[in-house]
């Protein structure tokens, strides 16, 4: 999916760079890369650390999510540096990197569906949410999320394992899933799903924001919180956006060799870090500093410092 869409982009780009724009790429990718991975490290530790976010099932969510996007974004770079520097990689190292960077990306959008679920009730059932909201039914939920992406993703593995012989697992190929997954069938059973995907969440961020508005109006209110949710279900919306961006990739790829064949492994890189990269940083900025009480106990591991005044719970 976007990784392995990413990594097709990347193999196109290791032919025309030169040494140094190729070390230049490289060493920006992985020092943003780990940057934003250090950020995510720090709000799972302070998740760890504070008991008050431990028994939240709105936090327990959204770590899942961190998580999520830790293993995604640490796979995309992983088959973003090995294309350059191996260029072609053992066939089974490269399923195996497919299948977690594909598990990820489907995992994201069907996270924040539930999430938006979870604010709805909260909202407009406040009275009921401890009692539907549970820590045991909401590690039950991050379950069926894994089980729901593995309808997409296992069938396609167990498909190439049944169709070709073992001996293919020793060669080496370019990590792509268009390379690895050239069934016709296998292709269009991945595009189906994952519009049934995209398309099922949609309508879960828009029914839930609509019943949340309306909640709004109907107490003739113009209650924070109920503002507040509506403002993050619409900032999921957008998350929600900036992934279906990795589709557009091979129409990008188009577009950049028509426009700008000149500088199109430029500008294809480019596309690549805003798309594939950066997006990774909304669920921090989402968490770690519009929400004020997780903000307070991440500034002291942030920075690396102990704030006199807050302490563990």
């Known amino acids: 999916m976007n990784s392995s869409s990413s990594s097709y982009n990347v193999s196109s780009l290791f032919i025309v760079d030169s040494a140094s724009a190729a070390a230049a790429k490289n060493v920006t990718v992985l020092a943003v890369g780990i940057i934003i ?15 008050i976010f431990v028994t939240n099932p709105r936090y327990i969510l959204f770590i899942h999510l ?18 350059y520097v191996f260029f072609q990689v053992n066939i089974f190292l490269c399923c195996l990197l497919l ?11 069907i996270n924040l569906a539930v999430m938006a679920v979870e604010c709805y009730i909260a909202v407009c059932f406040p009275l009921r949410h401890a009692e539907l909201c549970t820590v045991k039914r909401t590690y039950v939920l991050i379950a069926c999320v894994w089980a729901l992406s593995s ?7 167990l498909f190439l394992l049944a169709t070709q012989p073992v001996m293919v697992f020793y060669s080496t190929t370019y990590c792509v899933a268009q390379v690895l997954y050239r069934n016709p069938v296998s292709s269009q059973k991945r595009e189906v799903t994952y519009m049934i995907c ?27 919180n109920k503002k507040k949710a509506r ?31 000149k500088y199109y492994h430029h500008m294809n890189f480019v596309w690549y870090v805003v ?39």
């Not at 950066?278 to 942030?302: A, E, H, M, N, V």
Request: aromatic share 12%.
């Open 37 to 51: 991975n250090y950020i995510n490290a720090t709000l799972i530790h302070t998740f760890r650390k504070h008991q």
């Open 66 to 83: 961190v998580v999520n996007d830790m293993i995604q974004l640490t796979m995309s770079i992983s088959m973003f540096v090995i294309s």
């Open 99 to 109: 299948i977690l960077a594909i598990f990820t990306t489907l995992n994201t959008p």
């Open 151 to 157: 309808v997409a993703v296992i069938p396609e593995f």
């Open 198 to 224: 995209f398309s099922g969440v949609w309508l879960t961020l828009v029914c839930t924001y609509f019943k949340i508005f309306f909640a709004a109006r109907a107490a003739n209110s113009a209650d924070g």
């Open 231 to 261: 403002n993050t279900i619409l900032l999921h919306g957008f998350q929600l956006l900036l992934c279906m961006l990795t589709y557009l990739d091979p129409a990008a790829i188009r577009l950049f060799m028509l426009l700008l064949p």
């Open 275 to 313: 798309v594939h990269i950066l997006p990774r940083l909304i669920s921090p900025i989402l968490y770690g500093l519009r929400d004020k009480t997780f903000k307070q106990y991440l500034k002291k591991y942030l920075l690396c410092t102990i704030r006199p005044g807050i302490t563990p719970h």
